[in-house]
């Protein structure tokens, strides 16, 4: 429980100081602003009183119970100050004081010091190096934080990494005039995680939509677990930092040059229902219609303006985030004839015309709400100033308060003049999300629509394979670690599809050009023959690949080649291999991502992952649906139902390869990379005909 840290009763400040210019003096001074209901205790011996209330030499002197204390002194004496709290029964402990894991070593030392001390009386830790937290609830306002903004309470939210970004994202919200509840920057993050506040403001009742900055995760599976639980009941609204490139443009040859790309915080975002922003006032813009909206039952736009272009521009964005904007019924449209003016145009978008009152307004807005074929509503509206724009905006506020849909309105206006002030006031009051132009007003839109849809999705549950035999595997990758190897050879990659059920194009390993022969009879005409090397990785750009072999003679011969001109590799194994002509390469691929488990790869295979780079990517374990998401998502998606007549693939088998892979490999945590390059796919099967496989060293 976070309690005492988000609802302190009292509050200590170790370090607290009568310079204007401190963190001590600057704390005491936001808690007193701020209109802080409990106690404030500054601990400072050298001084009788700090911003008018009396200072106790230590934590012991202090006369009351003490919940939360912040520290504000210099890190040497951090871990000291810890065990004083521990003695006082603190229950939680904001350390602002920088010089910790962030200073190298010493620093490090300290931290480890101090933890070890707070552990021993169940102190939690927030921070250290960070700002602290807000509690915007009228009944405490508990300020304890060093920063300049004084949130109004509210509905949003916000917990972020960085103190800076906090802040900005904190100012943001307040400028555009939302309520906020609880904030939290936790800096180096020692004890109190992100996740464990995500989960916390969960269960916070107050909280209606979290905004959560993060730089990257620590425990990226912890982050997925408590997140995908709150995200499916309030909206969280997140940003990465620090994103690179694309996935796909990083899947240069194979999987195994994603590494080092960060993806996969998007990927988790995507997995677990979060929505992922890349602009921080586009995020802070969908948060107001957050704090005020229903979330929307579908993706049906209706649009009302009393002016064409900006309708243009709305109609653009919206449609970009799949919105649908949909013709109205025939009695929709009568009702509208009833009580628009002779030139408004009575589709969808609806335009009252420039000269609509609150009447025309009201009566589009009644028609959006009723139809049963309008999920949310977006209005331009331009204070046209031979309007009543003050009568317009009651109505948009009557509409709005009934909450029936969602809507958010652009509000065109010139905010100097102030009749439109006045009129901006009424939309505010009336807790309308508006903003300032088309693009702005359709993104919050978007945003809303995309929760509710995220709502509704259902990725399901991983499928369970039956007769998968992962003790065969597991022992197959022990094998490959006693004799040192990294990489498995062909025999050892195709053994572990077996064991996974992953059908494979009939093979066989041999040692020389005769047992060759006998492969080919036995497997049956035409063969391919490939030489098996951990030396070589990509067999073809050797030469080492020959396909469509027809009979014996030309086995013999390939091999022979084979073995004089690739001899300087050593020793060569090969592998003779049906061949399977005429299907549609694919690719699947896995790696494996610090602390989070595998990222799994699908796409085009063979020459076209390296010229197309088309490939989607997720978070294993991958279900049915995202399996299925996954082939919808490349660009060539079309190509795989067949394009001119083709033939078009299974993509049921194709689906199951991906679930199976994905089995295969929430088993095998120590496999670092792998490809199926190509598989093979047709009208009713699947097979693999090449694999890679590269594991961990050691353990
Ligand atoms: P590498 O990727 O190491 O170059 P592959 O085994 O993937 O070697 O073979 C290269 C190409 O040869 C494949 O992309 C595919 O076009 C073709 N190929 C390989 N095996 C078969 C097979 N069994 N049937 C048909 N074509 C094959
Ligand atoms: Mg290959």
């Known amino acids: 429980m ?154 949003i939210s916000v917990v972020a990494l960085s103190g800076g970004v906090g802040a900005l994202i904190m100012q943001a919200l307040d400028d555009l005039d939302i309520g906020q509840r609880l904030y939290a920057s936790n800096g180096n993050a020692c004890d109190v995680s992100i996740p464990e506040i995500i989960h916390y403001y969960g269960e916070d009742e107050g909280t ?73 006032g586009e995020m802070v813009r969908a948060a107001m219609a957050f704090s005020s909206q229903p979330i929307p039952a579908g993706n049906r736009v209706g649009i009302i303006t009393n002016t064409g272009g900006p309708a243009v521009i709305a109609t653009d964005v919206l449609v970009g985030f799949d919105l649908e904007v949909p013709k109205l019924s025939a009695a929709s449209i009568d009702r509208l004839h009833e009580t628009q003016f002779p030139e408004a145009a009575l589709e969808n978008p609806i335009d009252v015309v420039a000269t609509a009152g609150g009447p025309q307004f009201r009566a589009a807005l009644d028609v959006m709400m009723d139809s049963d074929q309008i999920d949310c509503v977006y209005i331009n509206f331009v204070t046209a100033p031979f309007t009543d724009t003050d009568a317009v905006a009651r109505e948009i506020v009557e509409v709005n308060l009934q909450k029936r849909k969602p809507l958010v309105c652009n509000f065109m206006t010139n905010l100097k003049l102030e009749r439109f002030q006045k009129t901006m006031a009424i939309l505010k009051e009336g807790e309308v999300p508006f903003y300032a132009n088309p693009g702005d007003a359709a993104r919050a839109l978007g945003a809303l629509v995309q929760y509710g849809r995220i709502q509704r999705r259902d990725i399901g549950q991983p499928q369970v394979f039956d007769g998968t035999d992962a003790a065969r595997a597991r022992a197959i990758i022990e094998q490959a670690r006693q004799a040192g190897r990294t990489v498995l050879s062909a025999c050892e990659v195709y053994g572990i599809f077996e064991a996974y059920g992953i059908s494979v194009a009939p093979w066989q390993v041999v040692q020389n050009a005769d047992q060759a022969v006998a492969a080919a009879a036995a497997i049956g005409y035409p063969v391919v023959v490939k030489v098996d090397s951990s030396k070589i990785d990509h067999k073809s750009d050797m030469g080492g690949v020959a396909v469509n072999l027809k009979d014996a003679a030309t086995v013999l011969s390939t091999v022979e080649e084979m073995q004089r001109r690739l001899g300087h590799f050593g020793e060569l194994g090969f592998l003779v291999q049906k061949f399977l002509p005429g299907g549609r390469e694919l690719i699947i691929g896995a790696t494996a991502e610090r602390n989070l488990g595998h ?47 083709e033939t078009g693939i299974n993509r049921q088998a194709v689906i199951e390869l991906i679930q199976r892979v994905s089995q295969l490999l929430g088993d095998l945590p120590m496999i670092e990379e792998m490809d199926l390059n190509p598989i093979m796919a047709f009208a009713d099967r699947a097979f693999a005909v090449d694999g890679r496989i590269r594991i961990q060293t050691g353990g």
């Open 208 to 280: 209606k939509a979290i905004i959560l900055y993060t730089e990257g995760f620590d425990k990226p599976r912890e982050f997925l677990e408590v997140t995908r639980k709150v995200a499916a009941r309030k909206p969280v609204l997140a940003m990465k930092a620090g994103r690179t490139e694309e996935g796909a443009k990083a899947a240069s040859s194979h999987t195994g040059s994603l590494a080092g790309v960060d993806i996969a915080t998007e990927l988790i975002f995507e997995k677990i229902g979060v929505l992922p922003f890349r602009d921080e």
């Open 2 to 155: 976070l309690d005492a840290l988000f609802k302190p009763k009292a509050v200590a400040l170790v370090g607290a100081s009568t310079k204007e210019l401190s963190i001590g003096n600057v704390i005491i001074r936001n808690l007193q602003r701020y209109g802080y209901k409990g106690a404030i205790y500054p601990v400072n011996a050298r001084a009788d009183e700090v911003c008018g209330l009396k200072s106790y030499p230590s934590l012991a002197d202090i006369p009351g119970e003490v919940d939360l204390a912040h520290i504000i002194i210099p890190s040497q004496f951090v871990p000291q100050a810890i065990e004083e709290c521990g003695q006082k029964g603190v229950k939680a402990v904001i350390i602002n004081s920088a010089g910790f894991s962030e200073m190298g070593e010493e620093g490090a030392r300290l931290q480890a010091e101090f933890l070890a001390n707070a552990r021993k009386y169940g102190i939690r830790l927030f921070g250290p190096n960070c700002q602290g937290i807000i509690n915007s609830d009228p009944e405490l306002n508990a300020y304890c934080n060093f920063t300049f903004t004084f949130p109004k309470p509210g509905s």
């Open 599 to 645: 990222l799994v790869m699908f796409g085009l295979g063979g020459i076209y992952v390296e010229t197309l780079k088309d490939v989607a990517f997720k978070v294993a374990p991958v279900t049915g649906v995202e399996a299925a998401e996954m082939l919808a998502a490349i660009k060539t998606s079309a190509l795989l139902d067949g394009v001119r007549g």
